[in-house]
């Protein structure tokens, strides 16, 4: 947030001082349409509305009213500035201007439909607001907005930037802001974040996208918002705020039952012994399957209690609040009776598309929509619940509605992926095979990945419908939640012996954990039970036996440039969307621990992988982004200097791309993962929309290797590198032929008949 005075509502009367207006007083601007990006990008639809979140939108408004105030819920000032600030009440204003508009009713919505949203844009790139580093002055929205960024996106053939989280972020003590606790995904206003830019800004990227014939990707949060207005007010027992959130207000004799609060303190999460007191008298529902971000003493359950706080009416209240992530992060309650959080979602969710213009949105932590108490002292029902399902297709349906698309990023079993993704949103994260195909490169043994990918299509999850991802924000997840959880006494088949799936799972993560942290690779971290926290280039180098990084040397870089291609060709080379980082592009290795010692002392070691970059050597001689990260250290260099290069990473990468795009492999479908006589060895099948037997080859080991590949999917033909467009071999009658890799190379080839 921008300052710290409170924001005055603009009347009527103002507004019709600084815009011109209709008859009935509503401004012009706010229902003719604008020829810009909608116009572009969906030229046979008809011109959207572009409907206003709030009056001001370069920053808060001033106003006669000035602090000293009690920050206190009797103090009607503090009230209604909070109200002025609330995502519910942007919600309410964007809403209304949509409401029995016939343009809401332009767009097929019902199913999603993930090679629509491949058509869209199939290449991401997947930007963190707090890494980029930018030329002096400019801002980051005005830094992926730009016509240089744009140039070089096209040519290496990237042709969508998911943002990531840009909106205010964090919380509110009283009339001060307060820091994002997560990254910004703790969301509390739909204004820009003035620290990422401006929303002319944003519109100026969407619209300079299109122009490259690529999208924007937007954020929404429907698990959860920060500790904003919205929340504030919530405490305060205002009209429908409280039904945004899972808060239930203790009666005060039952605040024996809570823990002390102490000063200077908002709250405080419950003990496992409170929880279960407050679940057995009937106020909560209580433990959850699981405890994101455990940490003890800090997060040891999913609950916490605030403080004694007079709410508008001057009662006196304590209220207990669920949040799946941590305590800055109060889960959204989607089957209140008022609705209000759907309100707020929705209206989120509409801005962002029709107002600033993106044309897909990510739907974070969205499978956690829905608790329900269980029996016989059974942990709550929190995953899989179909009131997630039914949340999902709510929002995936209003998106599609208004032209865009969704994807939704769910750390869950396959199965849920696959139900939730039969409704709601169009795209699904890769959580799939992700771990996999790490697993398959800390090991060189692609065993894993071949039977996670089986896996999958037994269950019928379509692979077009997955974003494969290399690094992202967050940690290499190898919690394995499908073989752990839901099928944690299935038996599976791996190393010549039989498991059961929770065994399986610890086993992989056991491995993982001796091959890429500790001696192995000291400079990756261990990150709670999720995960490691790493770069794409530090599970490389642990991999290829590398423990110092300070002595990583020309010939070093050229290895784990070989093994960083080969994973791009894994997730280029097969249906769906591929995406990757800025860290990816420039090869970044993690930071030291002392870097970001103040961040990861309460545990968050992510932060280590979250280096800042220079995609265009725009500021060489800068140390840290204008967020104040630390500047990774780049293998590869900047993009003009590797597009320069005929060996580099980025030059390489685009003629994997290229024939990604020239042979429809994006929207085509996997039809088999065939077994193989070399352990380093995956073959992937699939059948292009033309019809045609496209097959993808990759050896995932250090060691030159020739094999048979083999499948019943493949025809008799003879076989061609898409690359070089040479013959490769004859298929036989048996449906097999031989093929030649490099140590970490692949090979994308045809059948033709």
Known sequence: MSNTEPKAPVTAAEASQTDEVTAEGTPLEDILP?????????????????????????????????????????NRAYVDWLESQSMLHDATTVARQLAGSHQMWSNPFAAPDPRAALQTASVWFTAYPLSMITENGQSFLGALGSEELWEVFEQIGIDAIHTGPVKLAGGLSGWKPTPSVDGHFD????????????????????????????????????????????????????????????????????????????PGKDAVNLDAASEHALSEAGYIIGELQRVIFYEPGVKETNWSVTPEIYDYKGVKRRWVYLHY??????????????????????GDALHSLLDLGSGGLRLDANGFLGVEKSVDQAPAWSEGHPLSQAANQLIGSMVRKVGGFTFQELNLGMDDIKNTSGVGPDLSYDFVTRPAYQYAMATGDTEFLRLTLRESAQIGIDQASLVHALQNHDELTYELVHFANNHKDDTYHLDGRDWTGADMAEHIRETMRQHLT???????????QNGIACT??????????????????????????????????????QPGVFALSGWDLVGALPLDRKQVSALIEAGDTRWIERGAYDLLGSSPDATVSQSGMPRATSLYGSLPEQLASQNSFATRLAQILKIRKRNGIASAEL??????????????????????????????????????????QIPEGRVFDLSTRRKVDNVDALGGFT???????????????
């Open 518 to 528: 500790g001696d192995a690779g000291p400079y990756n971290a261990v990150f709670t």
């Open 536 to 573: 794409t280039t530090s599970v490389i180098a642990a991999s290829l036996g590398i423990t110092d990084l300070s002595e990583v040397g020309e010939s070093e870089v050229k290895r784990i440039t070989n093994a960083h291609l080969l994973l791009c060709m894994y997730n280029a080379w």
């Open 325 to 346: 992530f941590k305590d800055g992060q109060p889960s959204i309650n989607w089957l209140d009776p008022t609705f209000a959080g759907m309100r707020l979602v929705m």
């Open 34 to 74: 604008e020829t810009s990006f909608e116009q572009q990008r969906f030229a046979a639809r008809p011109p959207m509305v572009r409907p206003k979140a709030t009056r001001h939108r370069k920053g808060r408004a001033t106003s006669p009213l000035t602090p000293p105030f009690e920050a206190d819920g009797r």
């Open 739 to 753: 093929v030649t890799l490099p140590p970490f190379g692949g090979m994308a080839m045809i059948v033709r008949e």
């Open 187 to 262: 969301r509390i206003s739909m204004a820009i974040d003035p620290v990422f830019g401006t929303e002319a800004e944003f519109r100026t990227m969407c619209e300079n996208a299109a122009r490259h014939h690529g999208t924007i990707i937007d954020d929404i949060i429907p698990g959860h918002t920060g500790k904003g207005a919205d929340f504030r007010l919530a405490e305060l027992n205002y009209h429908d705020y409280p039904g945004i959130y899972h808060m239930i207000d203790i009666p005060e004799e039952a605040w024996h039952l809570l823990p002390e609060v102490p």
């Open 671 to 712: 039809v088999d993962t065939p077994d193989v006589a070399h352990k380093a060895l995956l073959v992937m099948v699939n059948r292009l929309e033309i019809g045609a037997t496209q097959i993808t080859a990759l050896n995932f080991g250090p060691e030159r290797l020739s094999a048979r590949v083999q499948s019943d």
